[in-house]
């Protein structure tokens, strides 16, 4: 372990320049005097490194200085041929670049490595994008990045969900990130994060003004604020449901967010507190929504969830029932057909 953790402190330093030791520790999960133990133990065995106290002291290597060792383990080696979100690097127009870059890492790969991380980018596929997420609108990041890698801030045009008009925002941007094949820009309106869907985005213009975040504030800080405000809302209403067993699964996966409570029992393991009807069996689940409208999204399942309480939702689902078959007055019933239906996948 302390072999590894040297090898981590050298091409930390390669690569950051002055770090000052409590980072070092903090990113290495140990204390600052085994740090210093570790630096005098690199000073040893040849590495020219050196320690500077005061306010903006740190530990450094000496100018020039550089290493060829990658320091590669082959569980490392293989985690680098196991790439998500292959989509992100080509809307980066990324692509050549990263075929590149796994030829050049499989070069500099110790030899009895290279087997495995081969046969891993072979073996091992990650796709990030949603099954049946339909055509995605051209997004185009140029002018987002421009801004990003430059420390520059940002004018938007910016049109939000529901809504018809656009509308102009300067903003000050920490990052893009890519989520589930949907690309995010977070940033800064005034001093509260922001996200922003960059296929909302109809114009953006780097400005001149260098950037004016917070400091101390990084990317992955800023987005794990705002993807706690999305993932955990506030519920306030209580939403209980019954559920057929055969459509359970699906049903849990789509109201992943909304769910309050499990039920007891899964799909098909012959638990849970669901009672007969007309020999199907059904499971109570109980949700959470933040207003009596969003419970509109239970109609998806047509007649195999049923709402139980409270009576608001039950005549919310009603109503809007009823505004659907408004929409189909006197349609003539479907003629019976034998063909089978197709069996989907």
Not at 164 to 191: E, F, I, M, N
Not at 220 to 243: F, I, K, S
Request: cysteine-free.
């Amino acid at each position: 372990m302390k072999s590894d953790r040297l090898l981590s402190i050298l091409l930390l330093l390669q690569t950051r320049g002055r770090v000052p030791a409590h980072e070092l520790a903090a990113r290495l999960e140990v204390s600052v005097r085994t740090i210093y133990r570790d630096i005098e133990a690199l000073s040893a065995s040849g590495v020219p490194v050196y320690a500077e106290r005061g306010r903006h002291g740190g530990i450094e290597l000496l100018a020039g200085f550089r290493t060829d060792v990658t320091g590669l383990t082959a569980d490392e080696s293989r985690a680098l041929f196991i790439l998500a979100a292959q989509g992100a690097h080509a809307a980066l127009g990324l692509d050549a670049a990263l075929g590149s870059a796994l030829r050049k890492v499989m070069a500099a790969l110790p030899a009895p490595h290279r087997p495995a991380a081969e046969v891993t980018s072979r073996r091992i596929l990650v796709d990030a994008t949603r099954w049946k997420g339909g055509p995605q609108p051209a997004v185009d990041l140029d002018t987002l990045q421009d801004a990003v890698f430059a420390d520059r801030r940002l004018r938007l045009r910016y049109r939000h969900s529901g809504q018809r008009q656009a509308r102009t925002y300067t903003v000050d941007p920490y990052g893009l990130v890519s989520k589930a094949g949907v690309w995010y820009l977070v940033a800064d309106r005034g001093t509260a994060p922001r996200l922003f869907r960059v296929d909302r985005v109809q114009s953006a213009t780097v400005l001149g003004d260098g950037v004016r975040r917070r400091p101390g504030v990084e990317l992955a800080d800023v987005w794990e604020v705002l993807r706690r405000q999305v993932e955990e809302r506030p519920g306030g209403l209580d939403v209980t449901v019954r559920v057929r067993r055969n459509r359970l699964d699906m049903f849990l996966r789509l109201n992943a967010s909304q769910l309050a409570e499990l039920p007891h029992g899964g799909a098909g393991d012959g638990g849970g507190d669901g009672d007969g009807d007309g020999g199907e069996e059904w499971v109570t689940v109980r949700l959470s929504y933040g207003v009596v409208r969003e419970a509109r999204q239970l109609l998806q399942f047509a007649d195999t969830v049923e709402v139980l309480e409270p009576p608001e939702v039950r005549a919310e689902l009603a109503a809007a029932a009823a505004s659907v078959m408004g929409l189909y007055p006197s349609l003539p019933e479907p003629q019976a057909t034998d063909r089978p239906s197709p069996t989907k996948p």
